[in-house]
């Protein structure tokens, strides 16, 4: 680990049908998901929770994804990447199926914490890319999987907020259950398997977990990028966990007119990460493309945190959309370019984790800052803490891949 790589000529040829299925499964994960986003925090709201009590929700499923996305991706080196998939797409729909059932709010809680370990997939889904492109195209193709998300994210938030009716609130969990249900039996007729476990050394590789973490992690281009995620999500899940709560307090918004602009975020994240961030990369390479989306970020959490009226806070979410668009896959591309074929899934968990235990704590400090103070104060903190932390940190620890990003 901590530098070790393949090289270009390991995987000459590119398994677009596989990618597609990949693509097409973490698609429709992302629309279940991202169809409770705009009315998760109303919902919660109905069983008596306060603003700082609804951010925790988010920290409920944060907790999930830090304990998980290391095991189901260490599990997926092991067992192969189907097996993991299959089982997390199950657990998302039953998580819908327990927050639509859910009549009190430890019962949401308890639906968060499925869902988050459901969600924790995500590394399994980028070691899926790792193990079917060449390292300097991942950021490229890492970049389409993005899409996917941000596809998710049009569709999700929008029908969500379609969904949501006062006389029947549990509809949008309904929709979210019957969608993964369907994403389950797509993903067991089509989804490929990439990685057959069980190669020598795996297993014997990781005896101990908290020796395997130190190893990774301990003065390696592996452990700068995982404080990179802690770091970037910190900012993100911040912004993230009131965003909601922002719109209602600022500009008296509900769930629909909150999901009509979370889709907005989601058509530039899709264009962002879908034609953009493979050019940006082709151009200037994975840890410049990397700068530049920190910093379209911090300037887009400043617009929207200042916003005077609606077009402001539109072009701020648009610039949040397209600074996360630009440096979430060029991160993950770093973490695979910097890891052996074998552990993939490992490293992508240790990233996901990091990013998780960020949600963990910052929406707690978002919230408190949110209720307390101002509601614009943790996006402008996130702003701070990229200019002050996350852009020295790349400019000066993280090193460019030693391999030369290419095209098709």
């Avoid at 969600?119 to 999987?145: E, F």
């Avoid at 309904?174 to 389950?184: D, E, P, R, Y």
């Avoid at 989601?266 to 990460?273: A, C, D, E, H, N």
Wanted: proline content about 5%; overall charge positive.
């Amino acid at each position: 680990m901590g530098g070790a790589h393949r090289s270009m000529s390991d995987k000459p040829t590119i398994r677009r049908g596989a990618l597609a299925t990949v693509w097409f499964t973490l698609f429709l994960d992302l629309v279940a998901f991202g169809i409770i986003i705009p009315v998760l925090p109303y919902y919660a709201s109905a069983f008596g929770a306060s603003p700082a009590v609804v951010t925790l929700l988010s920290t409920a499923f944060s907790l999930s994804q830090f304990v998980f996305a290391p095991v189901l991706g260490a599990l997926s080196d092991r067992y192969g990447r189907r097996p993991v998939m299959l089982i997390s797409i199950a657990g998302s729909c039953a998580a819908m199926l327990a927050l639509a059932g859910s009549h009190a709010l430890w019962m949401v809680f308890l639906a968060r914490l499925v869902g988050g370990m459901s969600n924790a997939n995500i590394s399994t889904a980028h070691a899926y890319v790792a193990d079917l492109v060449p390292a300097g195209q991942r950021a490229k193709y890492m970049g389409l999987m993005g899409s996917a998300i941000g596809l998710g994210f049009v569709f999700g938030p929008a029908l969500g907020g379609l969904l949501s009716d006062p006389s029947n609130p549990e509809l949008p969990f309904f929709a979210g259950a019957a969608l993964a249900a369907v994403n389950w039996v797509m993903a067991l007729v089509l989804l490929p398997e990439t990685h057959h476990g069980g190669r020598a050394g795996t297993k014997s590789a990781r005896p101990r977990l908290f020796k395997a973490i130190r190893t990774t992690l301990w003065g390696t281009q592996v452990g700068w990028l995982v404080l990179t995620y802690f770091g970037f999500f910190a900012v993100f899940s911040g912004m993230e966990s009131t965003f909601a709560l922002f719109c209602e307090a600022v500009f008296g918004w509900g769930s629909r007119q909150t999901g009509y602009l979370f889709s907005l975020i989601g058509v530039v994240i899709l264009i962002t990460q879908g034609a953009l961030v493979g050019r940006c990369v082709a151009w200037a390479g994975e840890r410049r493309t990397m700068l530049l989306g920190l910093a379209i970020l911090a300037a887009g959490l400043t617009a929207t945190a200042m916003a005077p009226n609606v077009p402001i806070l539109a072009l701020g979410g648009a610039a949040i959309a397209m600074g996360n668009g630009l440096a979430t896959p060029s991160m993950s591309a770093l973490v695979s370019q910097h890891t052996s074929a074998e552990d993939q899934g490992w490293a992508q968990g240790l990233a996901q984790s990091a990013a998780a235990f960020a949600r963990i704590l910052s929406p707690i400090g978002a919230g408190l800052l949110f209720e307390l103070v101002a509601p614009g104060l943790p996006m402008l903190v996130g702003a701070a803490v990229i200019v002050v932390w996350l852009l020295p940190t790349v400019a000066t620890r993280i090193s460019a891949p030693s391999v030369a990003p290419t095209t098709d």
